[in-house]
């Protein structure tokens, strides 16, 4: 199958089909999402494997996911096979042929996001997207993401274990998400990825115990999307005189949702929890945009990104 031209971009040096990117843990990966029936590998310009450490993790105990107004709370823990297993075993069985494959690279030290990257750098894996933002682990994760010398020592640690383009994952918990942007570009970052989930917790009062077996989570789904188009916004306003492009995400479930973060900023758009509620809504986000740059005479998906008119400007 073949997606119309007008979708077609280029983000950190890799072609992506259309703008949409399956996103981190809400696609297994990848294998796991191929499987739904109707499932078109070409609506998505790239996909997002799960985080992966460097040795095999089990993840948090039971629950890990609750459905709150709005989104859901999850809070995983980064259950993965570890960095060698996915390169031997995985990525071998992922077809290439239409869409593009990022790695999402965690762990609880530098060292070892340096040595995770370095194995993905030897393997044929397009991107490596640094999880500096994952809210469900006891060490590495969001306490990085939340400290702007942490975030830019990671990302100068993955920068010198590869050449390959480097995104990085913002958090959306913390003061000044511009100013850590900025330190992440100076340490080499080729991309962002904004947002992660933001922190939250849900308690069962019968019990008097939180519902998650981690006691704390990620919030996700269309209950964050106006702090993630917000957060896309200040992000690009630091990367895009650098020329550098943003995957914005967080709660978009039609292509309305889509638009405004490339109208915030993004040049591609993640879709998460919305695949919960429709596994086939790429394909149905896809038309809408191309719906759109014809009702509103743009040439190409390109052409929206940052295409705000602000009030008062
Ligand atoms: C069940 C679940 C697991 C996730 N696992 C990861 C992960 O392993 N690494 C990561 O960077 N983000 C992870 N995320 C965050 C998503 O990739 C995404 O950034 C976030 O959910 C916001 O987008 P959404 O509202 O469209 O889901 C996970 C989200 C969910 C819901």
New binding site residues.
Partial sequence: MTTDQRLALEFCGMRFATPLVL????VGFGEEYTRVEGFANAEAGAV?L??TTLAPRLGNPAHR?YETPGG?L?A?G?QNPGARAVVDTILPTLDFAETRFIA?V?GSTVEEYEEVTRIFDDSPIDAI?I?I??PNVKEGGVTFGNDPDMSARVVAACRRATKKPLIT?LSPNQTDIAANARRCIEAGTDGF?V???LMGMAIDIEQRRPVLGNNQG?L??PA?KPVAVFRTFQVAQVARPHGIPIIG????TSAADAIEFLLAGATAV?????LFYDPLLLASINAGILDYLDRHGFAQVSDLTGALRLNGA
């Fill in positions: 996103l981190s843990g809400c997002c799960k985080g996911v859901m999850n995983i980064l999402n965690s997207e999880n933002s994952c994952k990825a947002i992660n989930t990620g996700s789904g964050i995400q967080g709660g978009v993640g879709v998460g929890t919305g």
